[in-house]
């Protein structure tokens, strides 16, 4: 069975401190990839998608890039957190096609300081 | 993925009562239409979903209905219990990789 775990589940860190938030999808061949971000109270904000290694789409410009540097592996990171990086970030998965289930991880609640 | 209008973004019913949440959606040649739900502090989990070859799918207390002419499709909650208390989030039609979101509706199950 397929199976997505992030890590961590919880970070404070300081402004001005990098970042990376890694999840990996294990089960599962060529998934698409993405990385949300949710703000308390708010939606689910698309920050990235891939569809392939090495291949990312971002959707909001912002001071966060993401990298696939293998099949089912996508990093989140940033070189400098601002305080509005603050949030709770998640990571899916789903196989090609559109009528396909996302499957989100756990989950990454993010507190800059 | 396509961009979806999801109203109302707060909902508060009483134990039992129905609760209706819709999305409105624009691309005509959108075809599945998904449902999650986002207990506090949890991930997302799909629920339920629709294809639109049928108008109306549903499973126990649940239901979506959709309305192809009208371009939306709404969530259906009978006999409203406590643990129905969520944001649940409509799914923008997606394409083969793109997948967007409404923007959430809180529902709130009064006892």
């Known amino acids: 069975s397929q199976t997505i775990h992030q890590w961590p589940a919880t970070l404070v860190q300081p402004v001005g401190s990098p970042l990376s938030l890694e999840c990996t999808v294990e089960g599962t061949s060529n998934p698409n990839l993405y990385w949300y971000r949710q703000a308390a109270g708010r939606g689910l904000q698309l920050l990235f998608y891939s569809v392939g290694i090495g291949q990312i789409s971002s959707e909001v410009p912002q001071n966060l890039s993401a990298s696939r540097p293998q099949d089912r592996q996508f990093i989140l990171s940033s070189k400098k957190l601002l305080l509005s990086d603050s949030g709770f970030y998640l990571c899916a998965w789903r196989d090609r096609g559109k009528f396909t289930e996302a499957f989100f991880g756990q989950g990454t609640r993010l507190t800059v300081v | 993925g396509e961009n979806v209008e999801q109203h109302p973004s707060t909902l508060s019913v009483q134990e039992g009562d129905s609760a209706v949440i819709k999305c409105t959606y624009s691309?005509?040649?959108?075809?599945?239409f998904p449902w999650y739900k986002q207990e506090l502090g949890k991930r997302p989990q799909l629920i339920i979903d629709i294809r639109s070859n049928v108008g109306e799918k549903k499973d126990q207390r649940i239901a979506v209905t959709l309305n192809k002419t009208a371009k939306h499709f709404s969530l259906h909650i009978t006999e409203t219990q406590p643990e129905d208390s969520a944001v649940y989030f409509c799914?923008?039609?997606?394409?083969?990789?793109?997948?967007?979101f409404g923007a959430g509706t809180t529902v709130t199950v009064r006892a």
């Open positions: 691309d005509s040649a959108s075809n599945y």
């Open positions: 799914a923008g039609p997606p394409s083969d990789y793109k997948l967007s």
